[in-house]
């Protein structure tokens, strides 16, 4: 399920990151129930990935684990050099993992807490983008590269989250310019941008009980299920967004 050229290789397998829990996973049991394979990347949590192939496997679909922290480049260059040896092309990637790190003032966030997220979101996420497609180009797969933002790019989070927005916003910049420079080879970049989902995130950032808070903001009145946005992130993966490339699409509840 990619957009191929007639003689194009046939490929089958997703690699999404973060994809022990959350958005992640969801995206990958929703990815499977289609039909793809799936390369599940965790970074601590290995019984809650096992868990996610042990689900994949149920619905008949390939399901492989590796470990990696996409903040750290080494890990990323190891973690394509196994998908490499162990399971061949690729024909897609969703840019899942990221961390907001804690809640509160822009002037309260220390120097480790900025870097640690930029490290994650954004050259963690561009440095599996040029991987993928180097593998893309490898086996000569026009594939298509997935980036989860936020709505937090366009709404700024003050008082809650500023550094996290501004790392998103950059995502989106790089979404945006990266789908124009490789197009041509029919290869395609989009971005999805949540809104609040009900995931570990809240109770991570230090706020377990932010859902209640900030859902009466949200348009929908709630917030979004994992595999809400699961669902969007698989369509703009699959054949049936072929002709949507260099845009973020928000999955937000009208926010």
């Not at 868990?51 to 996409?70: E, M, N």
Request: proline fraction near 5%; charge should be neutral.
């Amino acid at each position: 399920m990619n957009d191929r050229h007639p003689g194009a290789p046939r490929a089958n397998t997703l690699l999404i990151t973060g994809a022990g829990r959350g958005i992640g996973a969801a995206t990958a049991l929703a990815a499977a129930r289609r039909g793809r394979d799936v390369v599940l990347n965790y970074v601590r949590d290995e019984h809650a990935a096992q868990s996610v192939a042990a689900s994949i496997r149920a619905l008949g679909r390939q399901a492989f684990i590796i470990q990696a922290d996409v903040g750290r480049s080494e890990d990323i260059r190891r973690m394509f050099d196994w998908i490499d040896a162990e399971v061949g092309p690729l024909d897609g990637l969703i840019n899942n993992a990221g961390i907001t790190g804690p809640i509160g003032s822009f002037t309260d966030t220390t120097d480790s807490t900025i870097e640690h997220v930029f490290r994650v979101n954004v050259l963690g996420a561009l440095q599996c983008a040029r991987e993928a497609l180097a593998n893309f180009r490898r086996h000569g797969v026009p594939g298509v590269i997935v980036n989860v933002s936020s709505v937090a790019a366009r709404t700024g989070s003050p008082g809650e989250y500023v550094h996290y927005a501004a790392s998103k916003a950059a995502l989106e910049a790089f979404t945006l310019g990266l789908a124009k420079e490789v197009a041509a080879e029919g290869i395609r970049v989009c971005g999805l941008a949540p809104g609040s989902t009900l995931t570990e995130i809240h109770a991570t950032a230090g706020e377990p009980g932010r859902p209640a808070r900030i859902a009466p903001k949200i348009p929908m009145g709630r917030l979004a299920e994992p595999a809400e946005i699961a669902e969007a992130i698989v369509w703009l993966a699959s054949p049936a967004a072929s002709y949507v490339t260099g845009t973020t699409l928000a999955c937000a509840g009208g926010l």
